[in-house]
Each structure stands twice: as structure tokens, then as C-alpha cells.
């Protein structure tokens, strides 16, 4: 597989642990919890969003294995 | 009339009104009586017993007497709630049976205890060594509540030094193969959501025996066919796991590349994820 392959992997994990972090903090009735569950759904968009763009340039470096 | 008729007649009445003046007395817990209570109640079915039985001449007396053995505690009982000391004297006082470790016997002795009673009262309480306990105090109610020494009691997370996730109360969606509508939507879920977890699982509403939706959505199953085996759901581990799996890449990725950019970029984002790994750790996995 090639590095841009890993590094897309990775992303769709974490965009996928994201959803379900969101599933979580929409049935949770507790406060705390929630509040816990928004702030680190935040810091992975945060990440997401980083690698997206090293997508991007990984992109760019090796055309030939654009898209999915 | 004859006389077993009016045996019968009196026992009747007796027994409704009997039942009647009980429950001006109100309700106190019949496990935890103290000696007063003890008194009142034997008094009570006493009298009751004797003017059933035609033991008093006078019906009249028997149902004063009756009367006043109800009133009376009924009243104590409503001036106990307003003053200690009252409460004191009705109640009595719980007697301190061990502190620090040391047995009182001068207490014990006040208590009419005998060793072997104090014994047999730790050890209902799991207590087996005199030397585990650290304070055991005699209630008034005659049972021995007991604290032992801090390095006997049982590990809580606090002790244990874990930080746990605050947990709901989970909330029995099915009962008997019926679906509780009212819980679902304390829940914030509906119909619809059930029938497609009931599908994941693979298993018919008419076969669950209880299913019960715990904080976060996932829910857990009792079949009434036993020799089926439902996977618990492993939701929560999976999406920590996941989170640890990302975090390593992000590592990985870092000591790859060459490019001090992306190098940065990678131990940032690995950092993150630690931090996002360790504060979810409560929630999601214990």
C-alpha cells in the first residue's frame, strides 16, 4: 500500500470514530459525559482536517494513485 | 346470640379496626423496630386478642384501651420528628460498641452484649476479624453497623486511584417481548431505532426477554431462547481501539517522512489523539 493508501486509511478511521463519538453524545443523558464527548469529537475534526490536506499534497506528489 | 357468634362478631370488628388504627400510627419499617415499637405492637394485638375473646366484661374499655395504645404512640412518634430529645428517649440511642480499633466493654456490657453476640454481629457484617474493624456502633434498632480500617475496605475506583465516566441509569426498552414506549423516549429513541438494532443482532422482538439500552445507545439483550448466544455490544471498546489504532499510524507516519513539515504535522496530530485516547479512556472504557 502506498503512503498516501495509509495515510487515507487513517483518515476514514477516524472520521468513522468521529460518527460514532457524535452517535454517543446525542443519546447521552449526562452532562459531564457529553460535554467530554463534544470537546474531543471537536479535537478529532481538528486532526482530520491536518491530514486531510497532507492528503491533498500526497495527492499531488503521486498523481497516479489519486482518489480511492 | 350465642357465644361463639359473638366471638366471631367481635373478632371482625376487632380486626378491621385493629387494621384501621395501625395506620394512624403510620408507616415505620417492620425490619428496623426498635424496643419501643416492639412494646406498642404487642400491646396493641394483646388487647386486641383479650376483647375478641370476650376476656374483657366491658367492650367499650377494651376498644379505650385500644385507643389509647394507638394515639398515644401516633403522638410520640409526631413529637420524635420535632425534638431530639424525645427522639432520644423513644428511640433510644446508638451505643458504640467498638472506636479505634478497641473493643468498649463497659459499653458492651451497657448493651447487654455478650462477646459471642458481638462476634456474630461483625461477622453478619463480613467482619470475621475483631482487628479488621475499625469503629462498630449498636443502632437502636439492635443492629451493628461496622466501618473497617481503611486498608481492609473494599477498592473503589477513587482508592484505586481510576477515573471513571459518569454512568446513567439504563433503560429497560423491552420487557416480555413488548416494547416500552414511555423509556424509549426518555431515551430520546423511538420504535424504529429498536427494530433496526433488534436487526443487527439478528434477533426477533417476540424472542427478548429484556432489553435494556444503557447511556450511550447500545443495547443489551435477554433472549428467551437460551441456547442463543447474543454478542454484547462492543461499540465504546471498538471506537477507543480505533482511536488507539489512528494514533499509533500518526506516530508512524511521523518517523517515515522525511519532510519536516509533515513531520510536524504528524507528532501534532499524534499528540491530539493521545490526549483524546486519555480522556475518552473513562467514558469508553470503564
Redesign the interface.
Known amino acids: 500500500m502506498t503512503v498516501s493508501g495509509q495515510v487515507k486509511q487513517t483518515v476514514a478511521s477516524l472520521k468513522g470514530t468521529k460518527a460514532t463519538l457524535e452517535s454517543f453524545a446525542a443519546i447521552e443523558q449526562n452532562d459531564q459525559a457529553k460535554q467530554v464527548l463534544h470537546q474531543n469529537i471537536a479535537r478529532l475534526e481538528g486532526v482530520i482536517q491536518d491530514m486531510e490536506k497532507r492528503v491533498a499534497i500526497l495527492e499531488f506528489e503521486e498523481p497516479q494513485y489519486k482518489g480511492f | 346470640m350465642a357465644e361463639w357468634q359473638e366471638v366471631i362478631l367481635r373478632s371482625v370488628g376487632l380486626f378491621v379496626i385493629t387494621l384501621l388504627l395501625v395506620r394512624i400510627i403510620g408507616k415505620r419499617q417492620a425490619s428496623r423496630l426498635t424496643f419501643f415499637d416492639l412494646v406498642t405492637a404487642i400491646a396493641i394485638g394483646g388487647i386486641a386478642a383479650a376483647v375478641s375473646l370476650n376476656l374483657v366484661p366491658n367492650l367499650l374499655h377494651g376498644l379505650l384501651a385500644l385507643l389509647v395504645w394507638t394515639v398515644l404512640p401516633a403522638l410520640i412518634y409526631l413529637l420524635a420528628i420535632k425534638s431530639k430529645m424525645v427522639r432520644d428517649i423513644v428511640q433510644g440511642k446508638e451505643t458504640v460498641l467498638i472506636n479505634q480499633g478497641k473493643v468498649l466493654e463497659d459499653k458492651l456490657m451497657e448493651a447487654r452484649f455478650t462477646p459471642e453476640d458481638l462476634l456474630s454481629q461483625l461477622r453478619k457484617k463480613s467482619a470475621f476479624k475483631v482487628a479488621d474493624v475499625e469503629f462498630a456502633v449498636l443502632e437502636p434498632t439492635g443492629e451493628v453497623s461496622v466501618l473497617l480500617k481503611k486498608d481492609r475496605q473494599p477498592v473503589t475506583p477513587q482508592t484505586a486511584g481510576l477515573t471513571v ?4 441509569v439504563p433503560q429497560t426498552v423491552i420487557m416480555d417481548g413488548t416494547i416500552m414506549d414511555e423509556s424509549l423516549t426518555v ?3 423511538n420504535r424504529n431505532w429498536l427494530h433496526t438494532e433488534l436487526e443487527k443482532a439478528g434477533v426477533p422482538l417476540e424472542n427478548v426477554f429484556i432489553g435494556q439500552v444503557d ?3 447500545q443495547l443489551y439483550l435477554d433472549l428467551f431462547d437460551d441456547t442463543i448466544q447474543v454478542p454484547q455490544p462492543k ?2 471498546e ?2 477507543w481501539a ?2 488507539k ?2 494514533q499509533a ?2 506516530e508512524l ?1 511521523a518517523l ?2 522525511r519532510q519536516p513539515e ?1 513531520k510536524s ?2 507528532s ?2 499524534a499528540m ?2 493521545a ?2 485516547v486519555n ?2 479512556e473513562p ?1 469508553l472504557k470503564r
Open positions: 465516566g459518569p454512568e446513567s431515551m430520546g429513541l447511556s450511550v445507545g461499540t465504546k471498538l471506537a480505533t482511536l489504532k489512528c499510524d500518526c507516519y517515515g517522512t509533515a504535522m504528524y501534532k496530530s491530539v489523539l490526549e483524546v480522556e475518552l467514558v
